[in-house]
């Protein structure tokens, strides 16, 4: 599959900033303190996590689009005549595979890398996990009419909203598929093991099949394209506006005035992630889109550097929560805390209450990450190109 600057421009960006959230939630000396609380907050921690907010939007909706650029290419011809039924067959295979494979991921490499807990006491299922279920859903729908899945997306992502936790019972399997599918949860797994639902399927992969579905403006020429997604982008955001305004649906979160203009403004774009509410997926997406359509075309040094990361994706995810982590490791040690002391039960990353960096200095930690990792992803992607023999490496 030929590699499309502009996407890999936007998923580079995405994963920049990424790092940042990351670097937060394990270094910052108030991570246990909410940034999006705006009875507690400030103006630049809450912007720090809100920003964030583009990122799990940008890294689902871009590999849903690479799926459909996988099964047909970025081609004038009709998708339904780019390949045979026997290529199909197989690339559906791998695309299913492939889903299974990052689900493993997650509870194995992802999750330690995440908690550095040996005893894996706290299972999450994440961002990484709900793409390989909507891959492994995908591999499926991707045999109907585009036009079918584009409906699909548009209810998940339009009417999943409607779904109320409450109606689930109180235990049982049934609480446990309805949270899979809709809603943040969490389950025991035994008398000192935990399951986390942090990014439930449905309203996920809504997002993924939009991207599946949007994979189609790649076979317009680039000038049409960056139109279209430039008033896709702004149209979301009219949206966005529209329903954040009139405030009765599309978030649980409702927005009010604050003890000032700025604080206001925070409450009106302080959004729901957990799961994603039609308003974030609006305001998320719409950003991206216009991310889309400004990377068409140009080919500069910024641009360059984002394209090494954004051809990296899982690799830089994989590796950057390792980095950081030992990062944050050696800062709690050198700040006079003993192996003895670091908490790793519970989702604590080892940090001890007290423990960590101010603001100012999380964000030099990430900038010197980011471009740590900038000459590893490189090469990584080059040792990719060149060995598409070793099959193993099309997972990571």
Known sequence: MKRLPS???ARGLV?????LDHARDLLHIHADQSPTNLATTTPILF???????????????????????????????????????????SRRRFVFTRGLVLVG??????????????????FIFEVIATIGTG???????SRVRLGVVAAIA????????????????????????????????VFPLGPDRLFLIAYPVLPWLGILLAGFVAGRLFALPADQRKVILLRLGLAALALFVLLRSIDLYGDPIRWAKQKNALFTFLSYINVNKYPPSLIFTLVTLGVLLLVLSAAEGHDNRTTRVLRVYG????????????????VMLIVVLLQGYHWADLPFSGGRFGRPAGAGLSL????????????????????????KQSHREKKWLRYL
């Open 7 to 9: 996407i890999d421009v």
């Open 15 to 19: 994963m920049v900033i990424m790092a």
């Open 311 to 326: 051809q990296a994706p899982m690799f830089y995810f994989i590796v950057h929560f390792y980095i950081l982590h030992a």
């Open 154 to 185: 548009a209810m998940l992502i339009f009417g999943h909203d409607l779904f109320n936790p409450g109606m689930l019972p109180a235990t049982g399997p049934v609480r446990f598929i309805g949270s899979l599918l809709f809603s943040l949860n």
């Open 105 to 122: 991921m997650e509870f194995t490499i992802v999750n330690f890398g995440v908690f550095f807990d040996p005893h894996f006491r706290l």
């Open 47 to 89: 912007f720090t996590r809100w920003i964030t907010h583009l990122c799990a939007p940008g890294f689902v909706f871009l590999a849903g689009t690479s799926v459909y650029l996988y099964f047909y290419g970025a081609s004038k011809a009709s998708p339904l005549g780019a390949a045979t039924p026997a290529e199909m067959r």
């Open 135 to 141: 891959m492994i859903l995908l591999s499926i729908l």
């Open 360 to 383: 100012a200095a999380v964000y030099a930690v990430w900038i010197a990450v980011v471009v740590a990792l900038y000459p590893v992803c490189k090469w990584y992607g080059q040792y």
